[in-house]
T-cell receptor, first 110, second 112 residues
Framework: DQQVKQNSPSLSVQEGRISILNCDYT??????FLWYKKYPAEGPTFLIS?????DKNEDGRFTVFLNKSAKHLSLHIVPSQPGDSAVYFC?????????FGTGTRLKVLA | DAGVTQSPTHLIKTRGQHVTLRCSPI?????VSWYQQVLGQGPQFIFQ???????GRGNFPDRFSARQFPNYSSELNVNALLLGDSALYLC???????????FGPGTRLTVL
């Protein structure tokens, strides 16, 4: 039972454009969400998080939106850069552990 | 500042053997979590330790065990290795039980 889903395995975006990565969850008890970026041969790197008491959080080029009623969150990257090419994981937590999605591979084309 | 470190980086074992993986958290972090990542999947939670006590366990068999030491470093042990245990094993540290987790580079385990 996949409680956190990233339905798009891959996404290609032109440099300078917006990248939108989506994540859906099923457990209404989740109250903290994170996005991680992963390059090959490295561990995931924390990008941005959001608590369920908020619906938006920004950090530079990265913005996370949370729609609790739809159990959906998204990560916006504006403007996208070639160095953003990586696998992006969303993760959700309600207790002591994080449940990760399967990841979306983003390719930013120069 | 040193990030999360893991050793070894790569490991090859045969079925039935056991393995010990090691993790040193970021200085000041008291929580360590272990994850297993197989190709094409996200990290799957195995254990979390906080202040040397197990705080959570994922859906893994008893062949998997872990412990945390007084200096907050941690070991993950896997007994009676199976081919399906081949994966990237990730360690993450955090200040507390919840909050941002910082990952190490992982240990790539191959079971032949």
């Amino acid at each position: 039972d996949q409680q956190v889903k990233q339905n798009s395995p891959s996404l290609s975006v032109q440099e300078g454009r917006i990248s939108i990565l989506n994540c859906d969850y099923t457990n209404s008890m989740f109250d903290y969400f994170l996005w991680y970026k992963k390059y090959p041969a490295e561990g995931p790197t924390f990008l941005i998080s959001i608590s369920s008491i908020k619906d938006k959080n920004e950090d530079g080029r990265f913005t996370v939106f949370l729609n609790k009623s739809a159990k959906h969150l998204s990560l916006h990257i504006v403007p996208s850069q070639p160095g953003d090419s990586a696998v992006y994981f969303c993760a959700a937590s309600g207790t002591y552990k994080y449940i990760f999605g399967t990841g979306t591979r983003l390719k930013v084309l120069a | 500042d040193a990030g999360v470190t893991q050793s070894p980086t790569h490991l090859i074992k045969t079925r039935g053997q056991h393995v010990t993986l090691r993790c040193s958290p970021i200085s000041g972090h008291k929580s360590v979590s272990w994850y297993q990542q197989v190709l094409g999947q996200g990290p799957q939670f195995i254990f979390q330790y906080y202040e040397k006590e197990e705080r959570g366990r994922g859906n893994f068999p008893d062949r998997f065990s872990a412990r945390q030491f007084p200096n907050y470093s941690s070991e993950l042990n896997v007994n009676a290795l199976l081919l399906g245990d081949s994966a990237l094993y990730l360690c993450a540290s955090s200040l507390a039980v919840l909050g941002e987790q910082f990952f190490g580079p992982g240990t790539r385990l191959t079971v032949l």
